[in-house]
Every structure is written in structure tokens, then in C-alpha cells.
DNA sequence: CAAATTTCAGTTCCACTGAGATGG
DNA sequence: CCCATCTCAGTGAAACTGAAATTT
């Protein structure tokens, strides 16, 4: 056992290699005025249709909190509208623009164009299992 | 093309995965009353032996800002000592005490039994399949 | 009453930037 | 003059906590 080396522990490489990740995109989104947090919530608002801001962060694995400022952004951007849900009080309804829509396909084409950036040094075999390893991984964490 | 979900891009599910392995050392390193900058130098000034703080933190990839407040507490609990080289007067030489060489053994065990609980989801073969990739990865980004 | 939603304010952690002082 | 080192101060993103107001 050589305890000295980190570079062959999961946990380091992991972290090396999202923190790589997490650049690439951050500074792809910022090259279009974007972050991440806006990308998630339009894939969100996507997937679900008109939601409220609390299902919008449990879709997308953002807190309450923060969903309201990132939201009030998007809004101010013309790319997401709120408006009050008259079956209950309590909820805004968040629903995406036809801009907003067009900003989504922009950002996917950035996201895109990042993940083949990220896993050039790999084969497609093994981007593939890349993916799988990590899903299972995932996939655990969800059970917690 | 699917576009709209996340969970099959390696940049999100790096992030997942990295979040929870981080969350797991954190922890782990918080019962013990230690972080993962203590360990990463302590390890670096096992590596170097006695070395300069801007080496460590080289070694270590931590920003040279960071490296002085991290010391300043291994410092302050007796784990390394910074003494004036007299060779080079920029210079602080940092070394790693009786008391850090011990601390670091403990902190070996402690960072093993997180591997062991990030990959338990995976057989040995997976491991070292997601260790290589991982590195292949990583090895790319060091040649930035 | 308890629970959910929205919102604000504040905190923590990590990583970085900028600037200044010292010295090679 | 330029570069390296050490240090402090401050910034910014991400993620969270606590609390309050409203409504279910």
C-alpha cells in the first residue's frame, strides 16, 4: 500500500475530474451569459411543463432558495414567466417562453459540445462505460 | 437525441458522484476533527519532505492563499512546523512533526474506509475499470 | 394543528484574484 | 527590472440554514 499518492483514489480522481467538468461548463455558460443553474431549470421546466418553483428544485436538485433568485433572473431575461396558481395560493407557476426555448436549444448545443470535450481521451466503448460506472454509483446515492 | 435529460451527461454525473464522495470525506474528516487540506499537505509533506509552502501547494493543488491558513492551523495544533530558510529569505520551509506523522496514519485509515464506501456499489474489476478512466481523464487535463 | 410554498437574509466552503511586501 | 514567495483581503459560485408569511 502506498498512502502517500492520492492519484489512485476514487474520491481524488473523482474531484479532479468534476472540478475540470465544472470549469469547462461554467465557462462555456458564461461565454453565452448563462450558468448552470439556468440550464437546469429550463431542462426542469422541460421535463415537467408548467410546474411551481418548489417542484422545479426538487426536478432539477436545486434549493428552495435558490431556485427564487434564479428564477427572478430567467424572468428578467424574458426566458421563463411566473404567475400565480389559482388552484392553490401558496404556488407560482413557472412556465418557459418561446425565447426560453430557444435559449435551451442554444445551451444544449453548449452542453453538448462540452461532454465531447470532457471525454475526448476516451474511446466511445468506453465513454459508455464511463457512464454506467458512474450511474451505478449514482444510482446508490439516490437510495441514501 | 435526447436533450432534456441530465443523467446521461458524464459532466452531471461526475458532479453527483464527486458531491457524494466529497460529502462522505468531509464528514469523515469532521469527525476527526481534520479537513481534506490538512490531509493533502500533510500527504504533500510526506512526498517533498520539508518543502517551501508554494511546493506544497503546488503538490498539494492548493491555491497559495489557502496553503498559509491551512498551515497556520496544522501549525497551531502541533502537526507541522514553519521555520525561516536561510538559504532563500522568501522562503518558509514547512515540516511535518512526530505528531503530524502520526495524525497522518490516522487520516490514511480514515480516507481508505471512504473508498472502500464510495465503490462499494461496484465489483473489483469495476473499481479499477473507473480508476483507469478516471485517470485517463485526468491525465489529459494535466497536460493543459 | 401540521405541512408545503415562497421569500429573504445570512453562512459556509472552496477556489480564486489583487495587492503589497520581501527578496532572488 | 522581472520574477518568486508569502500574506491578507476580498470576491464569487454553489449549497445550505433559519425564519417568516401565506395557504392548504
Redo the contacts with the bound molecule.
Sequence with gaps: MAPTRLDDFPTWLL?RSA?HAHQLL?SAFAEVGS???HYRLLVALEDLGPA????L?RSAE????????A??QLEADGLVE?SPDPD?????IVSITAAGRRRLLELDRVVSSVQEKLVAPLSGAERDELVRLLGLLARVERED
Design positions: 474531484s472540478a461554467a450558468r448552470g443553474y411551481s418553483q418548489a417542484s428544485g436545486i434549493d428552495a432558495s435558490d431556485v427564487v433568485a428564477l427572478t411566473r392553490d395560493k401558496r404556488r407560482r
